[in-house]
């Protein structure tokens, strides 16, 4: 069964270090997610992108992060300039349709030290 | 704006018994509702949804929900749990915004289950 994969599993980083998050979404997938966990917290919306763009972004998805789609299997989220507030689990997620189930990778565990 | 609310933070079942997690929604227009579950150190998977048809849907591992418009709830119902069950519930809801665009999935605060042998 194809499944959304994610790397790496677990990324340790310190303040103010780039980080990119690295996600390889259902391979006939045309819409793609990111959210986040924060421990013990409920899942959180960050950023969809369709047809090469942006579709929506929340208040947490600032000019410190960017999404990119840079070639037709990978999808990325760069963190710029990493602050203490961004560990948390990264969920990178896609779908075939707009009102159809997305489906989730097994995360990436950002660490900002 | 679309939202979920999940009122229990936690919820025991013996095993064999039938189990209920409870989701409330709050939706502008048509609802697409959504059961994920979240296993320790894992990511989401998705067990069911409700676009439009039936009240009653069925989904993976035995899961059902039951989505009722008037009371504007759509519960995930287990006739017989397992001990296997035992993971955070989470109830979502997309978020319209449009038909053509790539539209989120708003997530409720989740429910641990905890189905004791």
């Known amino acids: 069964e194809p499944e959304v994969t994610q790397t790496p599993s677990h990324q340790v980083t310190q303040m103010g270090q780039e980080v990119i998050l690295r996600c390889v979404p259902i391979?006939?997938?045309?819409?793609f997610y990111w959210y986040r966990q924060i421990l013990g917290q409920k899942v959180e919306f960050l950023v969809s992108?369709?047809?090469?763009?942006?579709?929506?972004k929340s208040e947490i998805f600032d000019d410190q992060f960017s999404v990119e789609r840079p070639d037709g299997s990978n999808f990325t989220l760069k963190i710029r300039s990493t602050k203490l507030e961004d560990s948390a689990m990264y969920f990178c997620?896609?779908?075939?349709?707009?009102?159809?189930?997305?489906?989730f990778g097994p995360g990436t565990r950002l660490t900002v030290t | 704006a679309q939202s979920v609310a999940q009122p229990e933070d936690q919820v025991n079942v013996a095993e064999g018994n039938p189990l209920t997690v409870k989701c409330t929604y709050s939706?502008?227009?048509?609802?697409?509702l959504f059961w994920y579950v979240q296993y320790p150190n894992r990511g989401l998977q998705f067990l069911l949804k409700?676009?439009?048809?039936?009240?009653l849907v069925k989904g993976s591992y035995g899961f059902e929900a039951e989505f009722n418009k008037s009371q504007t709830t759509f519960h995930l119902k287990k006739p017989s749990a397992l001990v296997s069950d035992s993971a955070l519930y989470f109830c979502a809801v997309r978020a319209s915004a449009g038909y053509s665009s790539a539209s989120k999935i708003i997530f409720g605060s989740g429910t641990r289950l905890s189905i004791r042998p």
């Open positions: 391979s006939n997938h045309l819409y």
């Open positions: 992108f369709y047809n090469n763009e942006i579709s929506e």
């Open positions: 409700y676009i439009t048809g039936d009240n």
């Open positions: 939706v502008s227009g048509n609802p697409y």
């Open positions: 997620a896609s779908s075939d349709g707009t009102v159809n189930e997305q489906y």
